[in-house]
Structure formats: structure tokens, C-alpha cells
């Protein structure tokens, strides 16, 4: 039952009585006591005089026609409410002859109206340029009384939702507060003696900035990096030694998989089998090469270069790299003579593939990849996997879906709730074993509405299409004659007009009965998309429709615009 606030909002043309109004009768106010001073006398309107200023009628109407109710209510309806008063326990209610509030003894009967919550699958709106929705692009909504809730606004959100309107950047792109900005390798250099910075290096996945234009210690190195905005990233960190080494060329001895052993998973100056030959000395410009001057840096530096590595069995320095000799060496920490060349790196995601139909990555569209000269691991193609990974390009089917081996293919659409005035949309139809969709959104052609259910989403379905005429029968209740295997010979295997259809057993009387399963009332028709019935006028072709006003079976043309439903 509803309370007196709500049974307010169902007043018109009556300020003192409407929602908010001056009387002050309220439930979420705590304003129930009849003996309190509420000024009673402002809880109605004399609806004579009000129809005397709204129709310039001076006599004294007998029927007020509703005028005081938004469903039209007149003045011999007086609805009660849950709202419990301290006169004996009665309950408020309001009378639509003078849109009054006042009391109803609880010793009689009263009239009343039931309140419920209205729910509906809203589309979302305002998703930006070069974004994708995250997960759904329709969220369920529930009016509260004054408004839909949620709201059907996108936001950005990198955590998926069902239940509001999010969204993400597409692979490459990164949000910038207002917009989905380009932020794709494909826009960066490739890393060189000539490129620009940042750069990138695909052969190990990295980004590298600009040399900072001072050398420092190792300490500032960090804060550096860490601090640094160049291109758009800010995400920068000075790199592990078997990043820097990465930027090695040219000396086989200490490129990445050189005979070097100092990496990352390899530190201690004695342990790695450090040695001068193999991770120095062999490639100096003026010795090993005989002479000949050789660039070692992919970028062309000369001199010391840091890394954030530190010897494991002398903490007090870190590797580094020096680019005049191809020269792994460690560096001191804290000396001054110590001072080095810094620049920053930056791993960077690359996007994840082959995300099949009716599916959603689990929980990443894009990885860190980690390469070396053969490879880059891990994959960026998609698997299924239902456990969630930020490290492996993973995917996971929709709710309702489950995966084949192959693809996601709708596990169980028992699941969906039985079809009736009342269901969320899609619906399961249990007798005839067909889901189905929302009423399409507008009157629309044959055509368009062919098209819309082609490309329509909804509830994370895909494989929508309009109904057959015995399909679209299904949904006919109430009248034998046009039920499926009624009098009417229409059906999906006989579709002449000629032969199959007699008017009188192809329908019932109109308005004595609610004839469809979706609805509570008649409604127009819903057009099917079995074969044409031939040319019923010249220059007209038309399809079997169903006008669910009389459960009428009948023609309608292809060249008007009509009701349509979607079905799978």
C-alpha cells in the first residue's frame, strides 16, 4: 500500500494538497497526528470554485471529472494509505472530490491503490569518442518517485559493471579527464639514432624518454624518473640493468643474451662470473674492433649510463652501462665522481586479440610483455580463462553464456524470466521455448526493423531477428481462434492469403480480452517477417501481422511503419 506521500503525488490542481503543498501531512516528515494544530482546513480545495475558474461554468457541476486526479479519479473515490494516524489508529487517505487529506476509520471498508517500483532496461548514453562500454551498454533502472536511478550517464571506470553505465578507452588510447586521448605505439618512433623521444622499442616492448640533460647520482636518478612527464606518460622508473642492456648494440658480448651474465635474475659481481672479457673490455671502440669507431647505443650516447640494479654482494653500488665500450660496470652510489647519464623507461600494455562474440576480458584488454630477441611473452591472444589475470590476455563469457571450445554460446535460457506483462526484458517463453526481446523503441518500416534486430544487443544477446508468423501466434492468449493450432490456417507452412486465411477465424472480439502475453491492455500491431502474402493492392506487398487489439491475424505493408518485436 502506499504511504500518504505517495498517494499525494497522484493530486492535481490542488497546491495545498499536492506533494511539498501546505499540508502538512507527511510520513517522511513524521507529520501523522490529527490532533496536532496542521491547519486542517488547508488540506483540500472546494473544487467548485476551482472549476468555475478553469471552465467559466457557474453552476454547480455534479461530477468533477476527475479534476483533481491524475488518473482520473473523481469524486466519489477516496483512496486509503499505510500511513497510520493517532486517531484510534486510523489511517490518512485522500478524497479526489475536494482533494482532501483526512482519515479513514479502520471499522470500514476502504478503496485502495497498490504502488510499486518501476523497473526498465535503459540504453546508456554519452559514450566518447574511441571508448567501448565496460561491460554493458544498457543498465537496469528503477524510478525512485522523481527520477530513473541510476543515472544512464556514462563515466569512466576501468572496473566492469552491470549495473551502471561505464566505460573504457579502446586499446591505445588513455583518458585524459575529458576525453579518450591517442596514446598508441603506432603514433611513437621507433627507437634510433634519429628518433624522437619517447620512442619505442618493439623489439623489447619498452618506452624510453629523453636523456636528462645533467648527469647525478644514483639516489637523484630514482626521484628523476620517478618524477618525470614527458609525452604524455608520466609513469616513468629508472631502469634494471637488463633493461639498459636492451639498448646495447653492436657487441655481442654484452647485448641482451651476450655472454654478459649480469641481468636481473643475476647480480652479484662474483656469483654472475663477472669478468672483464666478457661483459667490458672485448668491444672497446679502440681495441676489439681494430680501430674502428662503432656506435654501441641505439640512441648514439657516449659515456656512463645508470640502471636501478644494485650489486647484489655490494650494495652500495649499481650496475650500469658505458656506452663508449659496450662496458657493463658497476658505479658507487654516493661518490660525486660517480655521477652518471640518466634515461627513464616505461613498460608499456600491449593490447589483447581476439575477443570472441559475447565475450569480456578477464579482467585486462591490453598486457606487459616482456621480449627478448625471438619473442615476446606473454601472448597477447586471447584465451578463455575464468579466473581473472592482470598479466595474461584472458577472456570470460557473459553472464548467461558459457564457452564451447570454440565460441560463447547462450548456456541456459531457462534462466531468463517467463514471459508476462510484468517480466524484465529478454523473456523466456517456456511453452513455446522462444526468447524474446523489448518492444522496439519507435514505429519503424519493415526494413529498418529487419536491420535493428539484426544488429540489436540486448541482455547480452546477440542473434536477434524478427519473428515468423507462427512465432509471433505464440504470443496470442485468449483467443482459441488465433492461438497456434486455432481455426486460423495461418501458419509458417501455409502463408496464401487465398488458401489459408478467412477473416472470421483469424480473430476475436475486440477489447474483451487482453490477447497478448506481454500486455495488460490491447496494444497495435507487432509485424512478423514470414514470407510475403503477394500484392494485396497494386504497388503494395506486405507480411502476416498480428493487431493484438482483436488477435487479429492480417496483412499489413511493408511501406507503413509499425510496432515490431525481436525474437531468438
Same mark, same amino acid.
Given at each position: 500500500?502506499?504511504?500518504?506521500d505517495?498517494l ?11 506533494p ?10 513524521g ?12 488540506c ?24 483533481y ?5 473523481d ?23 475536494? /482533494? ?18 518501476y ?5 546508456c548514453?554519452g ?33 566492469p ?23 598508441d ?5 621507433e ?68 655472454d ?10 662474483? /656469483? ?11 668491444c ?17 650516447d ?27 660496470? /658497476?658505479?658507487?652510489t ?47 591472444a ?44 529478454p ?29 540489436l ?12 508468423i ?8 485468449n ?11 495461418v ?15 483469424c ?62
Amino acid at each position: 500500500m502506499p504511504t500518504i506521500d505517495e498517494l499525494r503525488t497522484l493530486i492535481q490542481n490542488c497546491p495545498d494538497t499536492e506533494p511539498y503543498g501546505f499540508c502538512k501531512i507527511s510520513d517522511d516528515a513524521g507529520t501523522l497526528s490529527y490532533y496536532d494544530d496542521l491547519d486542517m482546513w488547508r488540506c483540500d480545495c472546494y473544487w467548485k470554485d476551482e472549476w468555475t475558474q478553469q471552465t467559466g461554468k457557474d453552476e454547480f457541476a455534479n461530477d468533477n471529472g476527475g479534476y483533481y486526479s491524475k488518473i482520473g479519479d473523481d469524486q466519489n473515490v477516496a483512496l486509503c494509505s499505510s500511513s497510520v494516524s493517532d486517531y484510534g489508529g486510523d489511517l490518512w487517505g485522500v478524497g479526489f472530490g475536494l /482533494a482532501n487529506i483526512g482519515i479513514t476509520s479502520l471499522k470500514e471498508g476502504a478503496t485502495i491503490r497498490c504502488v510499486g517500483s518501476y523497473s526498465r532496461q535503459k540504453q546508456c548514453e554519452g559514450l566518447p569518442e574511441n571508448a567501448s562500454w565496460n561491460v554493458f551498454s544498457s543498465i537496469p533502472q528503477t524510478w525512485n518517485g522523481s527520477s530513473w536511478q541510476p543515472g544512464d550517464a556514462a563515466s569512466y571506470n576501468e572496473k566492469p559493471s552491470d549495473t551502471e553505465c561505464r566505460f573504457i578507452c579502446n586499446p591505445g588510447y588513455k583518458w585524459d579527464g575529458s576525453k579518450c586521448a591517442l596514446h598508441d605505439l603506432k603514433e611513437i618512433s621507433e627507437c634510433s639514432h634519429e628518433s624522437p623521444t619517447p620512442c619505442y622499442d618493439s623489439a623489447s616492448g619498452l618506452v624510453w624518454s629523453t636523456k636528462a640533460p645533467y648527469e647525478m647520482l644514483h639516489y637523484d636518478a630514482v626521484d628523476y624518473c620517478d618524477n618525470l612527464v614527458e609525452g604524455g606518460y608520466s609513469d616513468w622508473h629508472l631502469p634494471t640493468i637488463s633493461e639498459l642492456r636492451t639498448l646495447i648494440q653492436n657487441c655481442r658480448w654484452t647485448v641482451t643474451g651476450g655472454d654478459c651474465r649480469i641481468t636481473d635474475d643475476c647480480l652479484s659481481s662474483t /656469483a654472475c662470473e663477472y669478468s672483464y672479457s666478457q661483459c667490458g673490455n672485448d668491444c672497446n671502440s679502440t681495441g676489439g674492433n681494430g680501430g674502428i669507431y662503432v656506435i654501441y647505443s641505439r640512441f648514439g650516447d657516449e659515456g656512463d649510463f645508470l640502471s636501478s640494479s644494485k650489486v647484489a654482494d655490494y650494495p652500495d653500488d649499481v650496475w650500469g652501462v658505458n656506452f663508449d665500450k659496450a662496458q657493463i660496470r /658497476a658505479f658507487g652510489t654516493d661518490e660525486v665522481y660517480h655521477k652518471a647519464s640518466v634515461r627513464c623507461v616505461k613498460k608499456v600494455n600491449v593490447p589483447c586479440t581476439g575477443l570472441p562474440e559475447n565475450a569480456v576480458w578477464n579482467s585486462v584488454s591490453s598486457i606487459l610483455q616482456t621480449c627478448d630477441e625471438t619473442s615476446c611473452q606473454p601472448s597477447t591472444a586471447g584465451v578463455y580463462n575464468e579466473t581473472p589475470s592482470k598479466t595474461e590476455c584472458r577472456f570470460k563469457c557473459y553472464p548467461g553464456y558459457m564457452w564451447n571450445d570454440s565460441k560463447c554460446t547462450l548456456k541456459n535460457p531457462e534462466a531468463l524470466s517467463e514471459c508476462s506483462p510484468e517480466s524484465p526484458l529478454p523473456c523466456r517463453d517456456s511453452s513455446s521455448g522462444l526468447v524474446w526481446s523489448a518492444n522496439l523503441p519507435e514505429l519503424m518500416s519493415f526494413e529498418e526493423a529487419f536491420d535493428y534486430c539484426d544488429n540489436l544487443v540486448e541482455g547480452v544477446i546477440s542473434d536477434w531477428r524478427l519473428p515468423t508468423i507462427g512465432e509471433l501466434r505464440t504470443l496470442i492468449v485468449n483467443c482459441p481462434a488465433s492461438e497456434p493450432g486455432g481455426e486460423c490456417g495461418v501458419t509458417d507452412d501455409c502463408l496464401s492469403r487465398d488458401e489459408c486465411w478467412i477473416l472470421r477465424n483469424c480473430k476475436c472480439r475486440s477489447g474483451e480480452a487482453a490477447y497478448s502475453k506481454f500486455y495488460s491492455k490491447s496494444v497495435s500491431e507487432a509485424i512478423s517477417s514470414a514470407s510475403k502474402t503477394g500484392k494485396i493492392e497494386s504497388g503494395f506487398e506486405n507480411v502476416w501481422c498480428i493487431d493484438f487489439k482483436d488477435a487479429r491475424i492480417t496483412s499489413c505493408s511493408l511501406e507503413y511503419e509499425q510496432n515490431f518485436r525481436c525474437v531468438r
